[in-house]
């Protein structure tokens, strides 16, 4: 099948399971819904969830049972963005090609928005009813780690201390690592644990997800330098452009594509899927 059209098939059950999750109300608190979903049926690229549906099938797993877990991960990252975009965080005013959360709903909305998203993440997992309670402690477990202090939270914190100390390639190979690695290595290790394969394997996937997450982040910071003049917080990066240069990051980018399809040819299932969506991340316009 066409990967455009597969991306696009799996996308439009991504966002149909997002909208259920996450419904409007008439409550008196409503407004946090319609903002919850002003952010969340923005237009994203969807990658994570994408990867734990494509991670599920290549195991062959079931896909159904891959949507309210891929969607999970999805409620996190969407957080983490509307806070990396307020003023205290990056400043930026728009997002998803959109006026930024904080520029349509009051600063303080905002900030509760991305705490409901993320608490909301985890009430999901709690409850899907068709994966074993040992599935679902899993789930829990690997996202907290992942999205938490010693993951995504702390590569965050990492990147506000590099907005004023000069940082090192290798702080920054962390920060990258941490901020944005980490929730996309756990899309891929929900799709291991949801298809029920072997730590062995499992822990394949996890490399696999390391590389592909610090590639998709490279490729972001050379996609930003080349929209700076639309993000008030790039401004002065320390990035991988900065440290090797557009040409050297690009290179780097496909060596790290290039170990993660080594990780794929050590497992024995048809990998092709995984393969096109992690090129797909890596040779991206947008
Ligand atoms: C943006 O993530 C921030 C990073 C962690 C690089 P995405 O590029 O996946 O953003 P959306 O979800 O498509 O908007
Ligand atoms: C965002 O990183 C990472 C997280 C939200 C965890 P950036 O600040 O580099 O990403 P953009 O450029 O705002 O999407
Ligand atoms: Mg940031
Ligand atoms: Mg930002």
């Given amino acids: 099948m066409d990967l455009a059209f597969y991306i696009q098939a799996n996308i439009n059950k991504i966002n149909q399971t997002l909208e259920s999750l996450v419904p409007e109300s008439r409550l008196p608190h409503s407004a946090l819904f319609q903002a919850a979903r002003y952010a969340l049926l923005s237009p994203g690229k969807r990658i994570r969830p994408l990867l734990t549906l494509a991670t599920v099938e290549t195991l062959k797993g079931n896909v159904n049972h891959a949507l309210e877990p891929a969607c999970a991960i999805e409620l996190i990252h969407t957080y983490s963005l509307i806070h990396d975009d307020l003023p205290c965080m990056d400043n930026d005013d728009f997002r998803r090609g959109k006026p930024a959360l904080h520029k349509v709903f009051p600063e303080g909305h905002a900030l509760l928005t991305g705490d409901f998203l993320l608490t909301h993440a985890f009430y999901v997992l709690a409850n899907i ?38 940082i090192t390639f290798d702080i920054l190979q962390t920060m990258h690592k ?88 050590m497992i024995p299932y048809d990998t092709k899927t995984l393969k096109e969506l992690s090129h797909f991340m890596v040779y991206r316009t947008y």
């Avoid at 290595?185 to 799709?191: I, P, S, W």
């Fill in 178 to 265: 941490m901020k944005t690695g980490e929730l996309i290595t756990a899309a891929v290790e929900f799709g291991a644990v949801i298809a029920n394969v072997s730590l062995e394997h499992r822990k394949i996937l996890k490399e696999f997800g390391q590389n592909i997450g610090i590639a998709f982040q490279i490729i972001d910071d050379i996609l930003d330098h080349s929209q700076k003049d639309q993000k008030k917080s790039k401004f002065a990066p320390q990035d991988y452009v900065s440290f090797l240069g557009v040409n050297g990051a690009q290179e780097a980018a496909k060596k790290i594509l290039q170990s993660a399809e080594e990780k794929l040819q």
């Fill in 129 to 166: 009813s068709y994966l074993t309670s040992e599935q679902r402690l899993m789930l829990i477990a690997i996202l907290a780690n992942h999205a938490g202090g010693n993951g995504m939270i702390g590569g965050q914190v990492i990147d506000l201390q590099a907005n004023n100390d000069l």
